[in-house]
């Protein structure tokens, strides 16, 4: 049990690469607002900027140095005071959590605390023993705590920019060039018939380098022939269902979805704006006439009203593995495209856009079935409660990351969007989130058995 997986052990200076990366990056991001910012909080449910920009540096030293490797940490009260984020269910139940009354630091502490996590992190990276996995070192099993500190930050990274997307754009200064793709074939409306077969499901612990909790054990499920969309709902296939009554139809809503439809006045996706008679697109940097032929960004209980009008439904989990991965020969496939690596031909991820493209624009993306941005341009919902899979065991290094959210109330997205690292794009990765979170950059398709 004292193996380590071998690129850990051989390419050190890539993990180093990969830290200062994703370091850079976040740097990046919190750069691009405006210092007034800093103590707001965009999303109600979520804590204050300032406290990412203290968490990414502190969580790196409580999972590799503190729990991987047994070493002190950088500033205790800084590592107190940045641990944990949160996922309360209502505004009133944050207050206790997310500590109303915190005296948050200036952003020079918060930055000085960085450069010193850092130093110390990468130093950690450079020398420390990384073959201690037994007893008191479990978080180190197969590198284990290395891998969570560099996916937790890369991660990070595409919910602080949902955050940053609620942001108003005068507190946004905008890259020099910021472009966006906006024309293309219209190509909705078309489905394709995937025979019955298996998906496999999960990873399997000795064949890959690291994966979270949640994506093991590896098993097969038996998958019925279904239907499903080439092509995810666009946003102009979406204002049909709007502009058809969608919102205002409680037959097409699950119970709990009409319940949060109603106490929080929802009417259009959280992604559009109308202004006078027109609608917009809610960008990044700045308010778009709705581009027709991006996929629409909603929940999950606004994707399954729209899948339930088109006399439809969304599809499993295990039906996105079949379209993403499945092949008529029976064999799978990495990625939905084949064994190559992922880059930018083959779908919107690794921060490639800062908004969608048009469905069908990275055709060299697509299934065996012919199935298009099943990884990339927004994560797919599914109808699948995020739960374990056999032989789940929590992780040592970050114990609650997925066990805390098996409450029946968070569904399996798949896939990626334009805010996804690339490292983070494998088949066995979950995402989760509650149906009625409406800032997440996911899109969806219907399905039918
Ligand atoms: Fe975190």
Redesign the pocket.
């Known amino acids: 049990m004292s193996s380590i997986a071998p690129a850990v052990a051989v390419d050190r200076q890539r993990l180093i690469d990969w830290y200062v990366r994703n370091r850079e990056r976040s740097r990046g991001l919190f750069d691009l607002l405006d210092p007034a910012a800093y103590y707001s909080r965009p999303i109600a449910l979520r804590n204050p900027i300032v406290f990412y920009e203290g968490?990414l540096p502190a969580?790196s030293v409580i999972a590799l140095l503190k729990r991987g490797l047994g070493l002190p940490g950088v500033d205790p009260q800084m590592e107190r005071l940045f641990e944990?984020?949160i996922d309360p269910e209502s505004v009133d139940e944050a207050v206790p959590r997310s500590g109303a009354g915190t005296i948050w630091p200036p952003r020079d502490d918060v930055l000085a605390y960085g450069r010193r996590a850092d130093e110390a992190v990468v130093a950690a990276l450079r020398s420390a023993p990384f073959d201690l996995a037994g007893g008191e070192h479990r978080a180190m099993r197969n590198g284990e705590a290395v891998f969570t500190a560099l996916e937790?930050e890369a991660?990070?990274q595409e919910t602080l920019l949902y955050m940053w997307h609620r942001l108003p754009h005068a507190q946004k200064r905008a890259p020099r060039s910021v472009r966006y793709e906006l024309s293309g074939a219209s190509l909705s409306g078309t489905a394709v018939t995937i025979p019955g077969g298996v998906a496999t499901l999960g990873a399997d612990r000795s064949a890959v380098p690291f994966g979270w909790d949640n994506e093991f054990g590896e098993h097969a499920v038996e998958v019925a022939a279904f239907e499903i969309d080439v092509y995810s709902v666009t946003n102009a296939e979406f204002l049909e269902f709007v502009e058809a009554g969608g919102y205002r139809t409680r037959e097409l809503w699950s119970d709990r979805g009409w319940a949060w439809r109603e106490t929080e006045h929802i009417t259009h996706p959280a992604f559009w704006v109308r202004d006078g008679d027109r609608w917009y697109w809610r960008g990044m940097f700045e308010k778009i006439a709705l581009p027709a032929l991006w996929p629409v960004y909603v929940s999950g209980e606004e994707a399954a009203a729209f899948a339930r009008w088109r006399g439809r439904r969304l599809p499993t989990e295990a039906e996105y593995h079949r379209a993403a991965f499945g092949t008529r020969s029976g064999e799978e496939r990495q990625f939905p495209w084949g064994d190559a690596a992922p880059d930018a031909t083959r779908g919107n991820f690794d921060f490639a856009s800062w908004e969608p493209v048009p469905v069908g624009a990275r055709p060299l993306g697509a299934s065996a079935w012919g199935v298009h941005d099943l990884v990339g341009n927004g994560w797919e919902w599914t109808s699948t409660v995020f739960g374990p899979f056999p032989g789940f065991e929590p992780m040592a290094s970050y114990p609650e990351y997925s066990a805390d959210f098996f409450d029946g109330q968070h569904y399996v997205i798949k896939g990626a969007s334009p805010a996804t690292a690339r490292e983070l794009v494998r088949p066995s990765f979950r995402n989760w989130f509650r149906p009625n979170y409406p800032y997440v950059y996911a899109k969806f398709r219907t399905a039918i058995s």
Request: charged share 15%; no cysteine; hydrophobic share 30%.
């Open positions: 968490h969580f944990r984020g937790h991660m990070h």
